[in-house]
């Protein structure tokens, strides 16, 4: 079992499918979003400093923007076993 606040995906095609995962950590102070494999090897990292007085819509509103590029790098879908 993953941990919370990972999303299990897979890249690729055919017998060639790399299970890879999209991490969250939302923090007081900060916002991280990593890119990595089943191995836990972290692929890619991104950090941000979160601004307190724009509350939950600023970080959702960050959250768009890190996520559209990390989506954009890994193009992750679903695996068919955690639909």
């Known amino acids: ?19 890879h995962l999209l991490g969250i950590e939302i923090g007081g102070t900060k916002l991280q979003l990593v890119a990595g494999d089943e191995t836990g090897a ?7 400093t979160v601004d307190p007085a724009k509350g939950a819509a600023g970080i959702r509103a ?18 068919p076993d955690r639909r």
């Open 42 to 48: 972290i692929l890619e990292w991104q950090r941000f």
């Open 62 to 79: 960050q959250m768009e923007s890190a996520l559209g590029t990390l989506l954009a790098q890994w193009r992750p879908r679903l695996s």
């Open 1 to 19: 079992m993953f941990p919370a606040g990972t999303l299990q995906c897979s890249i690729g095609a055919g017998n060639d499918m790399q299970t």
